[in-house]
């Protein structure tokens, strides 16, 4: 993944520095990129700080020692960079897309949406940007703009899986379980090894009183991937509505034995306020 990562910020450091000026960067400019795909992060950032003595004004410069500070972990020295490069190159959406996803990794979705607004302003055509857009909306509880920013990216691209998957969790955000059941079988139709989106299916049809074909696409979420947390903890919730409370709070603690967070939600969860009279479920969310 991290290889995965540089290659982009290679490719990333070429396009911003073809915008800058045309005449010959300093020589540290060269050597900073080269440290940089060496893996040399901090060699790599003492050439730029050399670089940016001499030119304060080359937004490549700052946009690649963000990637350096991004890479190493420090956030907050990659963020200030990222805004001097935004700052020098106005019309650029690269410096604003690396911002949304150093803010979606510290789990701070206004500052990434408010990032993404300005990638997206500035490549209006990119599926991507507004998926990410939609994602971090969808997490702020402003699901009309989500939607909105999710409808855009798909008619950009029909077959961007990833955002069909997010347009069906932001329709059952909705409350709009008929849309989620209806967008879900249409995307399984097509992707049928999609997981993420059987789940939500069966979510919506719970929520419908359809507990069969809730049950069925739980399963077939969990038959492709049975390391998916949110289909274990909706599988829990169809298994209580027929009546099998026992088998509930399995499911529950397979939900939170993969996502921690599963704990809280299933002690706040109105549906299993019933499992309050079982130990082996106050147990289970009381556990640290």
Not at 18 to 32: D, I, L, M, R, V
Not at 94 to 123: C, F, G, M, T
Request: charged share 25%; net charge negative.
């Amino acid at each position: 993944m991290k290889a995965k990562i540089i290659f982009a910020a290679i490719i990333l450091i070429s396009i911003l520095y073809s915008q800058e000026n045309s005449y010959n960067p300093p020589e540290e400019f060269n050597q900073g990129v080269e440290l940089l795909q060496k893996g040399d992060y901090s060699g790599a950032i003492g050439k730029w700080e050399q670089v940016l003595a001499k030119d304060t004004t080359l937004a490549a410069a700052w946009f690649n020692m963000g990637i350096a500070y991004d890479m190493q972990g420090q956030d907050s020295a990659a963020i200030a960079c990222y805004h001097h490069a935004a700052q020098l190159r106005p019309d650029d959406p690269d410096p604003w897309i690396y911002l949304a996803q150093i803010h979606r990794k510290r789990e701070e979705p206004y500052l990434a949406a408010k990032a993404y607004e300005n990638a997206v302003s500035r490549k209006p055509d990119d599926p991507e940007l507004l998926n990410g857009l939609a994602i971090v909306y969808d997490q702020l509880g402003e699901y009309a703009p989500a939607l909105d920013a999710v409808n855009r990216a798909l008619v950009l691209d029909s077959m961007y899986v990833s955002a069909w998957a997010n347009k069906v969790i932001i329709h059952n955000h909705l409350a709009q379980y008929d849309s989620a059941a209806f967008y879900g079988e249409t995307v399984v139709s097509h992707f049928s090894d999609e997981p993420v989106t059987w789940a939500q299916i069966g979510f919506a049809y719970h929520e419908l009183g359809n507990n069969q074909k809730a049950m069925f696409a739980v399963d077939s979420a969990l038959a492709i991937f049975d390391g998916l947390a949110m289909a274990h903890y909706f599988r829990a919730m169809v298994l209580l509505s027929l009546g099998n409370p026992d088998e509930a709070i399995d499911e529950i603690a397979n939900a939170i034995k993969l996502f921690e967070p599963y704990r809280d939600a299933a002690a706040k969860e109105d549906e299993f306020k019933p499992l309050m009279k079982s130990n082996k479920f106050r147990k289970l969310i009381e556990e640290k």
